[in-house]
C-alpha cells in the first residue's frame, strides 16, 4: 500500500500518463492551427481528399492524426462557432485509439466525438456515432452535419419507421447517427433478407457510442430479440393468476438480493393439491412429471409477477396495457416486454389484456453485436467504476480526461437518519432552506412512487416544483431545461443519459422560442437580445446563490447511477453542491445489514430527526455497492458466456447466408450436400462390413424415392455379384446428378440457380429458427445439471455444438429433398408461387417491424418525431435567411421551411 502511494507521487497514476502521453499530439495539433485557419472554405474541402489519397496510399491514421484533427476543429469553429478546447482534443484521440473516454456533463462530449468520427471515416468504410434515443440521434446528426459538411463529408441518421431507401442512403454516409437498438435491429433484418441489394449496413469498422455505460452494461442485460407471435394461453396465466392470492407466506421464500423467489417444500405440496383441484393439472399427473413443466414454469413466472414486480416501479398500467419502467432512466419503455411468459403473468395480476407469447425469429445481445467492430470507443460522464467489466467484455480503456476548468462542486458526506419518515422531513427542510435562497435544487429519486410522494410532501410545504418522471417524459427536455433557473425545484427518478445540459439561469434557447411563441407579432431579433441580457443577470444570481443543488433522496446499487446525477451539477467550473439524504429503511441499506447499526444507533441514544455525517458512512457504502456491482457483473458475465456459444453458431449461419447471397452459382454446394446425403443413405440402410443378407434395401430404395426423387432398382443391384456398397452409392450420385441435371434442362440454367439460392436461404432460416428456439429449452433446464455435479455451462456447450451439427445434417436433407421435388410449373402456376411467396415475405417482414417497432419506441424519443419532409416550404415566400417572411407559427405549429417538424425544434429554436 506504501510503497504504492510513493510510486503514484513520483511517476503519476497510469491515468495521469496516459494523459501526459497525449500532450505533444494535442501541441502538435495546436501548432497546425493558424495554417489552417488561413484556408478558405473551399480548402478545407481539399484537404480532406488530400487525407483521403494519402490513406488510401497506405499512410496510417495516426500519421495524419494531428493535421486532421486540426482540419476538424477548424471546421466546427466556422460551421459552429466552437473552438474544442485541448481537453476535448484529448477526449477524441482516446476514442480514436480504442478508449473510453470518461468526461464529466457539460464538456461537450458531442463535438468531441466529430474528431475520431472525421478521422476514421477517411477510410472510406463508414463510422456509426452511436446514442441512447431517437432524438438525440436525429439533433446530434442536424447539429454536427454542419461540421462534416464544412469538410467535405455526409452525414446520415437512422430512425425507426424509416423508408428503406432513405435508410441504406444514411448506412452508405461517411459518417452515421444510430440508436443502439436501431443498429442491432437491424444487423438482425439484414440478416434475413433475401437478396444483397436489400441489405443496409456495410463495415462494422468503428463506433462511437456515447452513454457508453448506459449502452453496453444497462442495456446489455437483454437481448435484441425479433419474433413472431405463438399459440394464445391467456386462461391458463389467468388460472395461475388467482392461485397465488391464496398462497400461504410460507409457501414460498423471497430473496431480495438475487431478486428471486422460490417455492418451499411445503408450498409445492400445497401448490400441486391446489392446481389439482382447479384442473389446472391433469388428474393423476404429479408437479415433478416431466409433463408438468411448462405448468410448473407458468406458476413461478406468476410468483414472480405478483412478489417480485411492483406497480409504479417496475412498470405502470397505461391505456389497459402494462408498460415497464426502466430502472436507470425512469423513462417508460414502451413495448419493450418481458420474456418467458412473465409480462403475461403481470397483465394477468394487473387484469390487462393478454398478449400471446412471442417466438424468436433472430436475436443478439448487445456485447456481441458491438463486439462485431473492428474498433470500439466510448463517451460517458461515469465509467471507472465498471472499467473492469469494459475491459474484459469488450477490451476497452478507461481514461479519465481532466475538466476543462476545475471542479467547483462540494460534495457532501451522506446523511444518514434512523427511519424514512426522519429523512423526508430533513429533505423537505433542506428543500426550503435553497429555496429561499434562490438555490435551484435537482431532487433524484429511484421510483416514479417516491418521487410522487416527494413531491406530495413538498405541495403539503407550499414549495412550488416540477416532477419528472416516466408519465411526464413528453416534457422531458423542457423540464431538464428549466431545472437551473433562480429557485426552481426539480424532482426526477434517474437523470442519466437526458441530453439537455442544466444551465444555471435556465436554458437561453427554450427561453427565447417560449419568448417568440409568446409574442408573434413582436421583433424575433429584439426578443434576443432582451432575453439574453435577462440571462446574464440570472445566470449571475444563481451562482451567487451557490449554483445547482443536487439532493439525492436514496443510493442506488450502482455507484454509477449516483455519479451521473452528482454529475449534473458542476458543469464547466459552475458552483454547485451535492448531498444524499439516507435512512436505514432505504433498500440498500435494509438489504445489506442495517439492523446492527440500527442497534449501535439505538444503545448511543440517538435523539429522533439525527443523522449520521462521517466519512466512514460513505465508504461503507460504496463497499455495499461495490459488492452489488461485482455481483451483478458475474451474472452479466454468466450470460454472456452462454450467449457466446450461440454466437458463434450465429456467426456460421449469418455468413453462410452472405455466402450464398454473393455466390451466383449454388449449383457445387447443392450437389455436394446431395453426396453426403447419399453417403449417409447408404450408410444407413448398408452399414459397413456387413453382408448382403444384412442390407435392407428395400429401405434405401423407398429412402431414394422420398429424398432424392429418383426410382432405381436398388434391391436388384444388392443381388449383383460383386457390387458392394461404394458401387451402389456411385450408382445412386450419378442417378441423382442425371435426374437434376435434366430437371435443369426443362427449368432453363439461370431458373434453377434462383431456386437453388431461394431453397438454400428458406432451409436455413426455418432450420435456425427451430434451432434458436431448441437452445432456449435447453438453457431455461440445463443449470439443474448443477445438482449433479456437472457444469451447467459445459454441458450447454457439448449440447448445443451437438444440436448444431444435427441441424445441418438435416439442413443437408431437406434442402436435397425440396430440390428433388420441385418441377417446372404451368405460366398460372409460377404467378400463383410468385405471389404467394410475395405474401409470405410481406407478412414475415410485417412481423418483424411489429416485433421491433415497440422496442424501438422504448429508447423514446425525448421530442415529437418529425414527419416527412414535403417537397415545397409550407409558407409561400418562405426564405430561410429572413424570418419576417416565416409568417407567425405558434411553438407547435409545423414549421414553414416545410421540414416537417414543430416550429420549437426548427427554425423557431433558431429565431
Known amino acids: 500500500m506504501l510503497i504504492g502511494k510513493i510510486a503514484r507521487k513520483v511517476f503519476g497514476t497510469p491515468n495521469d500518463r496516459k494523459i501526459k502521453a497525449t500532450r505533444p499530439l494535442v501541441e502538435k495539433i495546436n501548432a497546425l492551427e493558424p495554417e489552417f485557419e488561413a484556408l478558405d472554405d473551399a480548402g478545407l474541402i481539399a484537404r480532406t481528399e488530400s487525407f483521403r489519397k494519402r490513406i488510401a496510399d497506405g499512410e496510417s491514421l495516426d500519421h495524419i492524426l494531428p493535421e486532421a484533427f486540426a482540419n476538424c476543429r477548424e471546421g466546427a469553429k466556422r460551421a459552429l462557432g466552437l473552438r474544442a478546447f485541448d481537453v476535448q482534443l484529448m477526449g477524441g484521440i482516446f476514442l480514436h485509439q480504442g478508449n473510453i473516454s470518461e468526461m464529466k456533463t457539460g464538456e461537450g462530449k458531442t463535438l468531441v466525438a466529430t474528431f475520431p468520427a472525421y478521422l476514421n471515416a477517411l477510410t472510406g468504410k463508414g463510422v456509426h456515432i452511436v446514442t441512447v434515443n431517437d432524438y438525440l440521434a436525429k439533433r446530434d446528426a442536424e447539429w454536427m452535419s454542419k461540421v462534416y459538411g464544412a469538410l467535405g463529408m455526409t452525414t446520415g441518421v437512422v430512425y425507426p419507421h424509416q423508408d428503406e431507401a432513405e435508410k441504406r442512403a444514411a448506412y452508405a ?108 393439472l391433469p388428474e393423476g399427473q404429479s408437479l415433478y412429471d416431466p409433463e408438468s413443466t411448462t405448468i410448473v414454469h407458468h406458476v413461478n413466472q406468476g410468483l414472480r409477477a405478483h412478489k417480485l414486480y411492483t406497480r409504479d416501479k417496475d412498470y405502470i398500467v397505461r391505456d389497459g396495457q402494462v408498460v415497464l419502467i426502466d430502472e436507470f432512466t425512469g423513462r417508460m419503455m414502451l413495448g419493450r416486454r418481458l420474456s418467458e411468459g412473465l409480462h403475461q403473468a403481470i397483465e394477468a395480476k394487473e387484469g390487462c389484456s393478454i398478449q400471446p407469447e412471442n417466438v424468436t425469429l433472430a436475436q443478439v445481445t448487445f456485447q456481441n453485436y458491438f463486439r462485431l467492430y473492428d474498433k470500439l470507443g466510448g463517451m460517458t460522464g461515469t465509467a471507472l467504476t465498471e472499467a473492469e467489466e469494459f475491459a474484459e467484455i469488450y477490451g476497452l480503456g478507461v481514461v479519465e480526461v481532466p475538466t476543462n476548468r476545475p471542479i467547483a462542486r462540494i460534495d457532501e458526506d451522506d446523511k444518514v437518519y434512523r427511519t424514512a419518515q426522519e429523512k423526508y422531513a430533513a429533505i423537505v427542510e433542506e428543500i426550503r432552506a435553497a429555496h429561499a435562497k434562490g438555490t435551484p435544487v435537482l431532487v433524484g429519486t429511484t421510483s416514479i412512487e417516491k418521487s410522487e410522494m416527494l413531491s406530495q410532501l413538498l405541495t403539503q410545504a407550499d414549495l412550488p416544483h416540477n416532477v419528472l418522471n416516466a408519465r411526464q417524459h413528453e416534457q422531458e427536455a423542457q423540464i431538464v431545461a428549466d431545472a437551473g433557473k433562480l429557485g426552481a425545484i426539480t424532482i426526477a427518478t434517474n437523470m442519466a443519459g437526458r441530453g439537455t445540459d442544466i444551465k444555471l439561469g435556465g436554458n437561453l434557447d427554450f427561453q427565447i422560442m417560449e419568448a417568440i411563441a409568446a409574442a408573434p407579432d413582436a421583433d424575433p431579433e429584439e426578443i434576443r437580445q432582451r432575453i439574453e441580457a435577462e440571462h446574464v443577470s440570472s445566470e449571475e444570481a444563481v451562482k451567487a446563490a451557490g449554483g445547482l443543488f443536487v439532493l439525492a433522496t436514496e443510493r442506488h446499487e450502482s455507484r454509477r447511477i449516483d455519479n451521473q446525477l452528482r454529475g449534473r451539477s458542476g458543469r464547466q467550473g459552475d458552483p454547485g453542491r451535492s448531498s444524499f439524504f439516507l435512512s436505514l429503511e432505504d433498500d440498500l441499506m435494509r438489504i445489506f445489514g442495517s439492523e446492527r447499526l440500527d442497534r449501535v444507533l439505538s444503545k448511543l441514544g440517538m435523539k429522533e430527526g439525527e443523522a449520521i455525517i462521517h466519512p466512514w458512512v460513505n465508504k461503507s457504502l460504496e463497499r455495499a455497492q461495490a459488492k452489488v456491482e461485482g455481483r451483478n457483473f458475474d451474472i452479466r458475465k454468466q450470460l454472456l458466456k452462454f450467449d457466446d456459444v450461440m454466437n458463434d453458431q450465429r456467426k456460421v449461419i449469418f455468413g453462410q447466408r452472405r455466402e450464398i447471397m454473393e455466390t451466383e452459382d449454388l449449383s457445387e454446394i447443392t450437389d455436394d450436400m446431395r453426396e453426403e446425403v447419399i453417403a449417409e443413405l447408404v450408410d444407413t440402410y448398408i452399414p459397413p462390413k456387413t453382408y448382403h443378407d444384412q442390407w435392407n434395401t428395400e429401405g434405401l430404395y423407398a429412402a431414394c424415392i422420398e429424398k432424392l426423387g429418383i426410382d432405381v432398382p436398388v434391391m436388384a443391384w444388392g443381388e449383383e455379384e460383386g457390387v458392394d456398397a461404394e458401387v451402389i452409392r456411385e450408382r445412386l450420385e450419378a442417378a441423382a446428378e442425371e435426374f437434376m441435371t435434366k430437371k435443369a434442362e426443362a427449368f432453363g440454367p439461370e431458373t434453377m440457380r434462383q431456386i437453388e439460392k431461394q431453397v438454400l436461404l428458406q432451409t436455413i432460416d426455418g432450420k435456425w429458427r427451430e434451432h434458436l428456439l431448441t437452445l432456449e429449452h435447453l438453457r431455461s433446464v440445463v443449470g439443474f445439471r448443477g445438482y449433479a455435479q456437472r457444469d451447467p455451462l459445459n454441458e450447454y456447450k457439448t449440447e448445443a455444438f451437438q444440436l448444431f451439427e444435427s441441424m445441418l445434417d438435416s439442413l443437408r436433407e431437406q434442402v436435397t429433398e425440396q430440390l428433388s421435388r420441385v418441377r417446372p410449373m404451368t405460366r398460372e402456376e409460377q404467378q400463383a408461387m410468385m405471389q404467394q411467396v410475395a405474401d409470405q415475405q410481406l407478412q414475415l417482414r410485417r412481423q418483424v417491424d411489429a416485433s421491433v417497432d415497440a422496442a424501438e419506441e422504448a429508447r423514446g424519443a425525448m421530442a415529437d418525431q418529425p414527419a416527412a419532409a414535403p417537397a415545397e416550404p409550407v409558407v409561400a415566400g418562405f426564405d430561410e435567411t429572413d424570418p419576417t417572411t416565416w409568417g407567425n407559427p405558434a411553438r407547435n405549429d409545423v414549421c414553414p421551411c416545410g421540414s416537417g417538424r414543430k416550429f420549437k425544434h426548427c427554425h423557431g429554436r433558431l429565431a
Open 173 to 280: 454516409c461517411d459518417i452515421t447517427y444510430a440508436t443502439n437498438n436501431e443498429l442491432g435491429f437491424d444487423y438482425l433484418r439484414d440478416n434475413m433478407k433475401s437478396e444483397l441489394g436489400q441489405m443496409m449496413q456495410r463495415d462494422h469498422f468503428f463506433a462511437v457510442v456515447d452513454e457508453v455505460d448506459s449502452i453496453l452494461i444497462d442495456e446489455a442485460r437483454t437481448p435484441l430479440i425479433i419474433s413472431g407471435p405463438s399459440q394464445d394461453r391467456s386462461e391458463l396465466y389467468m388460472s395461475i393468476d388467482r392461485l397465488i392470492p391464496e398462497l400461504a407466506e410460507d409457501a414460498y421464500k423471497i430473496d431480495e438480493k438475487t431478486r428471486n423467489v422460490t417455492f418451499t417444500d411445503d408450498g409445492n405440496e400445497a401448490l400441486e393439491q391446489m392446481l389439482l383441484q382447479r384442473g389446472v
